[in-house]
């Protein structure tokens, strides 16, 4: 007779395997205050232990059947420790009596092949890929684990709930505290757009609004081309009323005014201007002479 695995081991294997299980459906470790985990952890231990005390009784009733050397040969196995023996069944090489035990009668250029059984602890880790398997499949097919659609939207929700959470509790910049950063160009460059590319063309280079990207301004309120942008976009031009104060009249956000004017800023400051020869508009206003940032 085999020995049989003790019942701890069991109920270890079965633990780790509850575990796994619970976490794939629930998705987090809040399962661990359930009392329906813990109430299936106590059922299935108590199944494990009613197994091997049925499992008692057919080894004592198949230990009467064996020979007093078979008896003598199982009772020195139960001697050894558990994990002792499959560590000798996995490395420990046979004696060669063993090995002409289990030869078999076939051979080619001289290799003779063994008959000996896979290791248990390949075995059990081939088992416990199939059951992983079997179970990732059924719980990525017929619920929510490992979606990265799923997992997406949280994190998208998240990340929407973090950001509107974060502009309520951070005031809008206002002229006085705006500062120009670069990591402000290509948020900048949408709201461009979305509400300026109409009268200032593509790139600013002008059209019915004037060249954003030559030197010369028609208003220049400010000492400063970004915080004159500021000023502008806030509270529109009193030359011309088809420049509305986009922050005045709640079209723009303080946020918004700071990226545009950031963007406005870039391509004056940063690029090339573009020339009525390169099918910018000409040039208006007086040429401005602005401080530095």
């Known amino acids: 007779m085999k020995q049989r695995t003790p019942v701890y081991i069991n109920i270890l294997i079965i633990l780790t395997i509850l575990f796994i299980v619970y976490f794939m459906f629930v998705q987090s470790t809040s399962f661990l205050s359930s009392p329906y985990f813990w109430g299936t952890v106590i059922i299935s231990s108590v199944l494990a232990l009613i197994h091997n005390a049925i499992g008692d009784l057919i080894e004592n009733d198949r230990f009467k059947k064996l020979t007093p050397e078979e008896q003598t ?5 139960k001697k050894v420790p558990y994990f002792k023996g499959l560590y000798d069944e996995a490395f420990k090489k046979q004696s060669n009596t063993q090995e002409k035990d289990i030869l078999i ?36 097919f017929l619920t929510d684990f490992a979606d990265p659609y799923k997992e997406y939207e ?11 959470q974060w502009m309520k509790d951070t005031p809008p910049p206002t002229i006085e505290n705006a500062v120009y950063s670069a990591d402000n160009i290509a948020a900048g460059e949408e ?95 007086d040429p401005a002479n602005w401080e530095k940032q």
Request: glycine share 10%; with cysteine.
């Open 154 to 164: 949280v994190e998208h929700k998240e990340q929407i709930a973090s950001i509107a």
């Open 73 to 77: 040969t199982y009772l020195e196995g």
């Open 191 to 285: 709201v461009f757009k979305t509400n300026c590319i109409s009268c200032h063309m593509e790139n600013g280079k002008g059209g019915i609004g004037p060249n954003l990207t030559d030197n010369n301004w028609i208003n220049q309120p400010e000492k400063t081309l970004f915080k004159n942008v500021f000023h502008m976009v806030e509270n529109g031009s009193p030359n011309n009323p088809a420049m509305q104060p986009f922050g005045k009249n709640g079209v723009l956000s303080g946020f918004d005014i700071q990226n545009v004017a950031a963007y406005v800023y870039h391509i004056n400051q940063e690029k090339q201007p573009i020339t009525p020869a390169e099918g910018g508009s000409a040039p208006q206003g």
């Open 105 to 140: 009668d076939h051979g080619f250029d001289g290799i003779m092949e063994l008959d000996n059984q896979l290791p248990k602890w390949w075995l059990g880790l081939f088992y416990f890929g199939v059951a992983y398997c079997i179970v990732y499949m059924v719980s990525y």
